[in-house]
C-alpha cells in the first residue's frame, strides 16, 4: 500500500513538473510573441510614418509638375525665338570654317603673290640691265671714240653734284614726307609686311657680304683685289650703317641721297686702287633697308600719335 502511494505521488510530482515546464515554454513563448508583435507594430508605424513623408512628396511633385507645365505652356511661345538662336548658332559656326578656310587660302595665295611680285622683279632687274647694255652698245656704236668722252662728262657731273651735296648739305628737297616712301613701296604693306621686307633685305645684304659680292675690283693680283674691295666695302657700310643710325620717319630722303652721293664718292676714289667700286645691285640692298626702316618708323610714329591722341580723348571724357 505504501509503495503503491509512493508510486502515486511520484507520477503526480512527475506530471506536475511536465506542466510547469509547458507553461514555463508557453509563457516565453507567449513573451516571444509579444516582443515580435510590439516589433511588428513599431515598424508599421514607422512604414505609416514614411507613407506619409511619400505621399506629402508626390502631392509636392504633382503640384511642381503642374507648375512646370503652366509654364511650359507661357514658354512655347518662345521657341520659335529658340530656333532662330540655334539656326544663328550653327550659321555662326559655319561662318567662323569659312572665314578660317578662306585665311588660309588668303595666305596661301599672298604667298604665292609674293613669289610672283619677286619673279617680276627679278625679271624686270634683268630687263633693265639687258636694255641698259643695249643702250650702251647702241652709244658706243653711234658715238665711236666719243662715247668714253660722254660717259667721263656723266661721271664728272654725278661727282660734282655729289661733292655739291656734301659741302653745302642737303636742302628741303630732299626731306620729303614717309608717305612719299609709302608711294615708292608695294601698295597693301603694313607694318607686319615692312617688318618682314626689312629682314628679308637684311639677310640678302648679309649674303652677299658673305659671298664676296658687294663690290669689284680690277687687280690681278688676288689679294690686292680682295683688300681693295674690302676698304671701300668698309666705308660704305660704314656710311649706311650711319645713316640707319641717325634714321627718322621724316629724314628718309635726305639719307637716301646721301648714300647714293656716298656711292658715287666712294666709287670715284676707288679709281686710285684698281677701279675698285662698289655694285649697284648691293647700294640697291642698302638703299631698300633704308626704306623699310624708315616705312617702319612712319608706323611707329602714327601708332604712338595715335595713342596719344585716345588717351587725351580718354581723359577729357
Known amino acids: 500500500m505504501i509503495y503503491l502511494y509512493i508510486l ?10 511536465r506542466a510547469i515546464i509547458q507553461i514555463r515554454k508557453k509563457q516565453l513563448n507567449l ?9 511588428t507594430r513599431n515598424n508599421l508605424a514607422e512604414h505609416e510614418q514614411q507613407n506619409d513623408a511619400l505621399h506629402h512628396q508626390l502631392n509636392t511633385c504633382r503640384i ?66 639687258n636694255s641698259r647694255l643695249n643702250l650702251e652698245a647702241q652709244a658706243r656704236e653711234q658715238l665711236g671714240g666719243f662715247y668714253n668722252q660722254a660717259v667721263e662728262q656723266e661721271n664728272l657731273a654725278a661727282i660734282s653734284k655729289a661733292l655739291e651735296n656734301k ?13 612719299t616712301v609709302l608711294d615708292q613701296l608695294i601698295d597693301g604693306y603694313d607694318e607686319i609686311h615692312a617688318v618682314q621686307q626689312l629682314k628679308e633685305v637684311r639677310r640678302k645684304i648679309k649674303n652677299a657680304i658673305a659671298a664676296n659680292t658687294v663690290g669689284q675690283c680690277d687687280y690681278v693680283e ?4 680682295l683688300s681693295a674691295i674690302a676698304l ?10 650711319l ?4 634714321l627718322t620717319h621724316d629724314t628718309i630722303g635726305e639719307f637716301i641721297q646721301a648714300l ?16 675698285a667700286r662698289i655694285n649697284e645691285s648691293f647700294l640697291k640692298l642698302r638703299l631698300e633697308e633704308l626704306r623699310f626702316a624708315g616705312l617702319v618708323l612712319a608706323f611707329k610714329a602714327q601708332q604712338y600719335a595715335e595713342q596719344s591722341e585716345l588717351q587725351e580723348q580718354m581723359i577729357e571724357g
Open 64 to 129: 511642381e509638375i503642374g507648375n512646370l507645365k503652366n509654364k511650359l505652356e507661357k514658354l512655347s511661345q518662345y521657341q520659335d525665338v529658340l530656333d532662330i538662336e540655334h539656326y544663328v548658332a550653327e550659321r555662326k559656326n559655319q561662318v567662323e570654317s569659312f572665314v578660317e578656310a578662306t585665311k588660309t587660302e588668303a595666305e596661301f595665295l599672298l604667298k604665292k603673290i609674293e613669289a610672283e611680285i619677286e619673279s617680276v622683279r627679278h625679271y624686270l632687274e634683268k630687263l633693265e640691265k
Open 31 to 39: 513573451e516571444s510573441l509579444q516582443v515580435n508583435l510590439d516589433r
Open 8 to 17: 502515486t505521488t511520484i507520477i503526480l510530482v512527475g506530471l506536475l513538473y
Open 260 to 275: 647714293q652721293d656716298d656711292f658715287i664718292l666712294i666709287n670715284h676714289s676707288g679709281t686710285a686702287f684698281s677701279h
Open 222 to 225: 688676288e689679294n690686292r683685289r
Open 167 to 179: 659741302i653745302h648739305g642737303y636742302g628741303i628737297q630732299y626731306l620729303y614726307p614717309a608717305q
Open 232 to 241: 671701300v666695302t668698309h666705308v660704305f657700310n660704314s656710311k649706311a650703317d
Open 243 to 246: 645713316y640707319l643710325s641717325q
